[in-house]
C-alpha cells in the first residue's frame, strides 16, 4: 500500500529548522522550509522550531508573515510547535518581552523561560499520551511550560520527576501539537510520526 506523502513545512525564520526537515523525513514527510506567505498555500502541515520566540516573532512582523499564519492556523492548518514554537502556537504568554505577540491557536498559556536560564537545560523523560513504547527522552533548553489549558485543549505529558514534576509540557488540541521540549534534537522520531499521522488524519 502506499501513499503520497505529506508536505510539511518548517518555518524557517529562525530556529532549528533543518533537524525539524531531518526528522520529518525519517517519517516518511517531505519537508521543506518556508518563511514567505505563498509558500504556506502548497503544504499540508507546518512545523514551528525552536529558537527564541522574540526573534520569531519579529522576523515574522517584517516577513509578513505573522497574519498568514494566523490565518492558515485558524483555517486548520495542522501544526506543531517545539519550545519558542510552542510558544508561537500559545493563545497567551506570560513572561514574554513588551508587545510580544503569537501567531496562537492552542486555547493555554504558557510560560516563557520557565525552566530557567541556558544552564539550566535539562533532560528528563515524559510519558507522552499517544506516543507508544515508553517515555520520550525530553531534552529542555530555556524551555517554556503549560501554566494553564482552556476546555479544548488536552495535556499529553508532564514532566515526571525531579523539582519540575507535574508540570504541564505538551498539549494537542484537535490537529495543533505543542511540546515545551525538542524531539528533534534527539533521534527519536516518535513525536515527529505522531505529527506526521495527524496531518494525514
Ligand atoms: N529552545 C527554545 O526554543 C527556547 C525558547 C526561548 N526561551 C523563547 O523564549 O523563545
Redesign the pocket.
Known amino acids: 500500500m502506499s501513499s503520497v506523502p505529506p508536505v510539511i513545512g518548517v518555518l524557517a525564520l529562525q530556529?532549528d529548522v533543518r533537524e525539524h526537515v531531518q526528522a520529518l523525513e525519517q517519517v516518511g514527510a517531505r519537508a521543506r522550509g518556508v518563511r514567505r506567505p505563498d509558500e504556506l498555500d502548497s503544504i499540508d502541515g507546518l512545523v514551528i522550531p525552536?529558537?527564541?520566540?522574540?526573534t520569531?516573532w519579529r522576523l515574522a512582523v517584517s516577513f509578513d508573515m505573522l497574519e498568514p499564519l494566523r490565518k492558515c492556523i485558524a483555517a486548520g492548518m495542522p501544526a506543531y510547535g517545539?519550545?519558542?514554537g510552542m510558544?508561537m502556537l500559545a493563545d497567551r504568554i506570560e513572561g514574554g518581552v513588551p508587545g510580544q505577540q503569537t501567531v496562537g491557536g492552542i486555547d493555554m498559556t504558557v510560560r516563557?523561560?520557565a525552566f530557567g536560564r541556558q544552564v539550566e537545560s535539562f533532560e528528563a523523560p515524559v510519558e507522552l499520551a499517544g506516543v507508544d513504547g515508553g517515555p520520550v527522552e525530553a531534552v529542555f533548553?530555556?524551555?517554556?511550560w503549560v501554566e494553564s489549558v482552556g476546555e479544548s485543549a488536552e495535556v499529553l505529558g508532564h514532566v515526571s520527576r525531579g523539582e519540575q514534576a507535574g508540570r504541564i509540557v505538551a498539549v494537542r488540541q484537535g490537529r495543533l501539537l505543542a511540546t515545551s521540549f525538542?524531539p528533534e534534537l534527539t533521534g527519536d522520531t516518535r513525536v515527529h510520526r505522531l505529527f506526521v499521522d495527524m496531518v494525514k488524519g
Open positions: 530556529g525552536g529558537g527564541e520566540s522574540t520569531m517545539t519550545c519558542a510558544i516563557r523561560n533548553i530555556r524551555a517554556p525538542h
